[in-house]
């Protein structure tokens, strides 16, 4: 090998490795913005208070003078705002469309002049399960472009949700990533960026991203649906056997149905799954995407699916096989006993006499910080597995007591569960509300779960209102009560 | 002052030292035992040649040797009696000459608050006898340490007490007014002795030659001052009476009713905030119950629908919470084709680690210290873990390796280690069906393989016996 001939292989070898990364700069400059979102952040313990965040993160441009972005940190959204090319003038921007189940979320802006120059995006469909990629976002005015490995495509419990969602994994050196920033791939966007751990960057993957905007497009989406139901996989011969399913191993045992109110389950305990719209199930749970290989069965609640649909199952039940249609389970956390989100509404309370209530849910415990599973009352925490029934639908607590002569001996009472006021269940705040206009014999009844540091508080009824309005003034509380579907007020 | 007070009475002399070597079982696989673990602690002669200490002084003992005051003999000694609950254990020694020439140190009463009391014993860093001296800081009811879930009368004092103090005598006016036995970690000056009043309970207690311990009344009480709820029960006297909250016995269930008001307890007025007025300190109420022997009849005033109410209310030792104490009993197993079940406890949730609590997870804690009081229908007397899976060809497909609790075997519900072998050994289908807790789903085994395979997997894993009851 002649020296020019070494040099001249060497030099296209680098070019090979330099070209794409100055090649993307110019294309995502004018198809990535930059978005301003001014949020309230409430606490969790004292729900009238209410702070001012503001996060900054970034959406691609698509067409029909739009902007998708992942749903996070746009919840409880005050002032959106959105900066083209990295610099210079703020434009005003509003939300056409979210799904924080999804995590996704379209926004436009009104003021013509602000799609100047600007290129949509396409999606790639399918995405690289292998090799390299770029994140692409805005920082102090320049693009950065940084290089990443494509670890796998995997299915997971989404960034805002209880449905497992698919998930694109990448390695990364990156910092502070998971701001939806682009994921690009020669010239196409292969996902947004949902969060970032380490050196791993996770990302809603582009094929998932494109079925959820042409739902929304067509008018289609109904929401995510899902399977309400546990499995194990079918490992052990000896429950096969069990269960009298003659040849090989295969499927995978339905071990729990989770119940949903308003959802009567056609699967049941102890079924084995063996085929999921018409894919079949291996032992480990899995079926053979056709485009992206192994992936597990939960893939096939979103594959080209939404909340309703029917799903075409084959069980294995009482030694024989059937056929049964499974309805997709809409993802709701308001169907939750205890919901694990609410987003855009403050949050509900109830204050009489001093005595604050409050729906139990998961941002409450939350309060307790992120190990809140380990620090919160063991006996709230543990209501998370109860499910929502028709007649009880949920949980509300005496959050805390603000001291007043009229509760004096309640004071330090707080974190109890409510069974019951005046003889009437309570599930909900509507329901104590209502609870209170019946108050026994001048008396409020209030009663509280078994196990709670206290079973039962009386209250004056006659001199509640008074309390009430006292306690109000005293402790500077703009209302005595905000009902869990109130509006977010910007 | 102090060294006067001493020679005088010369208590020191009384004063034992203890030495300890004790061997724990292992609570994850019970058919084994940890090392063997050597500890110092005290004691003093009490009447009738016998020895007063801890009870965590001589826990799991394997041997106990005792020395006397400036005696390097050790001489053998024997648990006569022990009560984990109060922490307080009486020794016999072996050779009868051992207490030739020691005076028994005499029981006094509670001491005052502010007043000095001297405690003697043999803590960690040195080998000779130590004195410390100190005030009654404070008298209430604390949670002992030993049995971890029991709480009952405690003097609070700034004397130093240490690691190896434990056992030995809190000495006032010549008597003994308290056996020093806890500390409080993180906290300087800070040291507990158990008063007169528990010591002379213990006493009386094994007088009849076994000890039973202390009894509880079975209710949970709250405090009753909002002047709402005290119109609404139509109270009359605003200086006393405290809300019975739940009912946690059945004996107590039999003579109490919901919204009783606890007025009086074994003469004590009740106050509104749940306290008796006790030798001066405001202490729990639950105490006056606790004052009386196991079956004894306590004299209680209730107001009930507008009228006050006598009632003689027996009260017992409560057996039924064992398992969230620390037990001082060989750990309860059954292994059956490498399953190896055993009750969930205190104890075995220790294997965890020593952040155990955080680390077994919310649904175990729940199981064990929970749901008898939220859910006391699905509540289980004695809840069953698969605490780990001896590996073998019969199980090695099973894809849970143990560490979760039993739901039901073969369609039955396991309320009991004793349920979980009825439930197995009566089974006569084809498999045996594991259910487990958690959403965690079932395993199966082949009966027949599993019935041939048992005896093997005991003599692999050198397990003498496949059960302990």
């Keep these: 090998m002649s020296p020019r001939f070494f040099i001249s292989v060497l030099i296209g070898i680098l070019a090979v490795h330099l070209m794409p990364a100055v090649a993307d700069s110019s294309q995502w400059e004018t198809s990535l913005v930059q978005i301003e979102a001014n949020r309230h952040k409430y606490e969790a313990f004292q729900p009238w208070s209410r702070r001012t965040s503001s996060n900054t993160k970034f959406g691609v441009v698509v067409e029909g003078n739009q902007i998708v972005t992942t749903a996070d940190y746009l919840f409880d959204h005050t002032v959106l705002r959105v900066q083209k090319g990295g610099r210079g003038a703020w434009y005003e921007a509003t939300l056409k469309w979210i799904d924080y189940h999804a995590n996704l979320a379209v926004m436009t802006v009104k003021q013509t002049s602000f799609w100047d120059g600007l290129t949509p995006v396409t999606f790639a469909n399918p995405v690289p399960a292998t090799g390299e990629a770029r994140l692409v976002r805005w920082s102090d005015g320049r693009l950065e472009v940084r290089r990443l490995e494509i670890n796998r495509l995997r299915l997971g419990r989404g960034a805002l949700t209880y ?138 609640a979103t594959r080209g699916h939404w909340a309703g649909d029917k799903i075409p199952m084959t069980v294995w039940r009482d030694g024989a096989s059937m056929e049964i249609a499974f309805e997709l389970v809409k993802a709701d956390y308001e169907k939750e006993y205890l919901p694990s989100a609410r987003f855009d509404r403050p949050p509900a309370y109830l204050m009489a006499g001093g005595l604050v209530f409050q729906p139990l849910s998961e941002p409450y415990l939350k309060g307790w910080g992120a190990e809140w599973k380990r620090r919160a009352p063991v006996r ?103 009902d869990v579907m109130a509006e977010s007020a910007p | 002052m102090f060294a006067l007070l001493l020679s005088a009475a010369e208590p020191e002399k009384s004063v034992i030292q203890i030495m300890t070597f004790s061997q724990q079982p292992d609570w994850d696989e019970p058919w084994n035992a940890r090392q063997v673990r050597r500890s110092t602690g005290s004691g003093f002669v009490i009447k009738g040649n016998r020895i007063m200490t801890n009870a965590h002084v001589v826990s799991w003992a394997k041997q106990i040797q005792v020395r006397r005051f ?10 006569a009696f022990v009560g984990h609950d109060c922490d307080i254990a009486i020794l016999t020694v072996d050779d009868a000459t051992f207490f030739e020439g020691l005076e028994p140190l005499p029981i006094g009463v509670l001491p005052e608050v502010r007043s000095v ?110 002047p709402a709820f005290r119109d609404f029960l139509k109270l009359t006297d605003p200086t006393r009476g405290a809300r019975i909250d739940t009912l946690t016995s059945d004996s107590a269930k039999a003579f109490f009713k919901e919204d009783d008001v606890l007025l009086e307890a074994n003469g004590y007025p009740v106050a509104a905030d749940a306290t008796i007025l006790y030798e001066g300190n405001q202490v729990n109420g639950g105490i006056a119950f606790s004052q009386a022997q196991h079956g004894a009849k306590v004299p209680v005033k209730v107001w009930r629908d507008g009228k006050e109410l006598a009632i003689d209310l027996p009260v017992h030792v409560n057996t039924k919470d064992r398992l969230e104490g620390n037990q001082y009993a060989p750990p309860r197993y059954y292994v059956y084709a490498g399953l190896v079940f055993t009750p969930l406890s205190r104890d075995y949730l220790a294997t965890f680690g020593q952040n155990w609590s955080a680390v077994a997870g919310i649904g175990l804690l729940y199981e064990l210290f929970y749901r008898k009081n939220t859910e006391p229908d699905t509540a289980r007397s ?31 519900r396991i309320d009991s280690l004793a349920d979980a072998i009825g439930a197995i050994e009566s089974h006569e289908g084809s498999h045996h069906l594991i259910e487990f807790g958690e959403r965690l789903g079932f395993e199966c085994l082949d009966r027949e393989a599993a019935d041939l395979a048992n005896e093997g997997i005991l003599k692999t894993y050198g397990i003498q016996s496949d059960r302990q009851l």
């Design chain 1, 163 to 300: 449905v497992d969602l698919p998930k694109l994994e990448l390695d990364s050196e990156i910092n502070g990533a998971g701001w939806s920033e682009a994921i690009v791939h020669e010239n196409k966007v292969i996902g947004l960026t949902s969060a970032q751990s380490r050196s791993k960057c996770t990302a809603v993957p582009s094929f998932f991203i494109q079925s959820v905007l042409d739902a929304v497009a067509e008018d289609d989406f109904r929401g995510l649906g899902y399977f309400n139901f546990y499995w194990k996989r079918a490992e052990n011969p000896a429950v096969l056997d069990y269960l009298q399913l003659p040849g090989n191993k295969r499927g995978v045992i339905v071990t729990e149905i989770i119940a949903v109110p308003g959802h009567e389950s056609v699967i049941r305990p102890k079924d084995i799954l063996l085929e999921v719209d018409g894919f079949e199930i291996d032992i480990s749970g899995d079926y053979n995407d056709p485009e992206y290989g192994k992936m597990m069965l939960e893939r096939l």
């Design chain 1, 380 to 482: 709230l925490v543990r209501l998370k597995e109860r499910s929502a029934t028709e007649t009880d639908s949920g949980c509300v607590v005496l959050s805390l007591v603000l001291p007043d002569p009229y509760n004096l001996g309640y004071q330090n009472y707080r974190n109890l569960a409510l069974e019951s006021v005046n003889g009437r269940q309570v599930s909900n705040l509507h329901d104590l509300r209502q609870a209170l206009d019946h108050p026994q014999d001048a008396f409020h009844v209030i009663e509280f779960m078994p196990g709670a540091a206290t079973r039962k508080m009386i209250l004056d009824a006659q001199l509640l209102q008074n309390a009430t309005q006292r306690v109000m003034s005293n402790y500077r509380l703009p209302t005595d009560y905000v």
């Design chain 2, 70 to 79: 400036q005696d390097s003999r050790p001489h053998i000694a024997q648990v």
């Design chain 2, 117 to 226: 009391v001297n405690t003697i014993g043999y803590p960690a860093g040195g080998e000779q006898i130590s004195y410390t001296s100190g005030v009654v800081s404070r008298i209430e009811i604390i949670n002992y340490v030993q049995p971890g879930n029991r709480s009952l009368l405690a003097v609070q004092t700034d004397a130093a007490i240490n690691p190896g103090n434990s056992g030995g005598p809190v000495i006032q006016d010549g008597k003994v007014v308290g056996v020093a036995f806890q500390g409080t970690p993180g906290l300087e000056n800070t040291g507990f002795f158990i008063p007169p009043p528990v010591i002379q309970h213990f006493l009386k207690d094994v007088e009849d030659g076994s000890y039973h311990g202390f009894p509880q009344a079975g209710i949970r009480l709250a405090p009753l001052i909002n």
């Design chain 2, 382 to 412: 004695e809840p069953v873990m698969l605490s780990t899976l001896l590996a073998h060809e019969v199980n090695a497909n099973m894809e849970i390796k143990g560490r979760v609790l039993v739901d039901s075997i073969n369609g039955k």
